[in-house]
Nanobody
Framework: QAQLVESGGGLVQAGGSLKLSCAASSRIFVSYIMGWFRQAPGKDRDFVAAISTNGETTYYEDSVKGRFTISRDASKNTVLLQMNGLKSEDTAVYYC?????????????WGQGTQVTVSS
């Protein structure tokens, strides 16, 4: 049984918005830093954003600061990524992750990924 399930990807024009969701098991949701990563064709999987277990601290990769917002919905054990002002360079497969440690890059669980395509 998958423990992280992403949804919400799709095709959007440049400047548009999308909201990604990651449904987690309750055990994972309360125990882990939760984050989003993305992987474009031919490139490495890169960090996008993360949120602490209590939701009070967020982290963002520089290129998405001010455009993307990560949040937690504890009532649904869901992590959200609101993406505004999308650019063609945001095109990638987006993965949800349960993070044991950001500093040491320890990731315990991954979702299957959801495709985001931004047309220019």
């Amino acid at each position: 049984q998958a423990q992280l399930v992403e949804s919400g990807g799709g095709l959007v024009q440049a400047g548009g918005s999308l909201k990604l969701s990651c449904a987690a098991s309750s055990r994972i949701f309360v125990s882990y830093i939760m984050g989003w990563f993305r992987q474009a064709p031919g490139k490495d999987r890169d960090f996008v954003a993360a949120i602490s277990t209590n939701g009070e601290t967020t982290y963002y990769e520089d290129s998405v600061k001010g455009r993307f917002t990560i949040s937690r919905d504890a009532s649904k054990n869901t992590v959200l990524l609101q993406m505004n002002g999308l650019k063609s360079e945001d095109t990638a497969v987006y993965y949800c992750a349960a993070i044991r440690s950001l500093a040491t890059r320890e990731y315990d669980h991954w979702g299957q990924g959801t495709q985001v395509t931004v047309s220019s």
